[in-house]
Nanobody, 126 residues
Framework: QVQLVESGGGLVQPGGSLRLSCAASGRSFSSYAMGWFRQAPGKEREFVAAINWTGISTLYADSVKGRFTISKDNAKNTVYLQMNSLNPDDTAIYYC???????????????????WGQGTQVTVSS
């Protein structure tokens, strides 16, 4: 059974940085694309970033492009989300997810992911 465990969330001031980690156990991590999504209070879950199974191709939401970087370390079974220049609009619970198809491309659609972590809270406030 696959498990995803996020970490690295917390409280940060506007303009600050955080790095989220998502450690995977279970099925072969290196064979699957990974994604990050977030959900703010009262809002629907939204796509943040995705990376393909090799770790070469990435995809970002327009709202985070240029500020966030997704990366994948297949040797450590971990995907990261480096978040810079954070602002209060980035406040949300952040979830990592694993795509359902082997050797699939990155995708922004939540329906293409079938394993989800429990989430980690990110709060951007002064």
């Amino acid at each position: 059974q696959v498990q995803l465990v996020e970490s690295g969330g917390g409280l940060v001031q506007p303009g600050g940085s955080l790095r989220l980690s998502c450690a995977a156990s279970g099925r072969s991590f290196s064979s699957y694309a990974m994604g990050w999504f977030r959900q703010a209070p009262g809002k629907e879950r939204e796509f943040v970033a995705a990376i393909n199974w090799t770790g070469i191709s990435t995809l970002y939401a327009d709202s985070v492009k240029g500020r966030f970087t997704i990366s994948k370390d297949n040797a450590k079974n971990t995907v990261y989300l480096q978040m810079n220049s954070l602002n209060p609009d980035d406040t949300a619970i952040y979830y990592c997810a694993q795509a359902m198809r082997i050797a699939g491309s990155n995708t922004r659609f939540a329906r293409e992911y079938n394993v989800w972590g429990q989430g980690t809270q990110v709060t951007v406030s002064s």
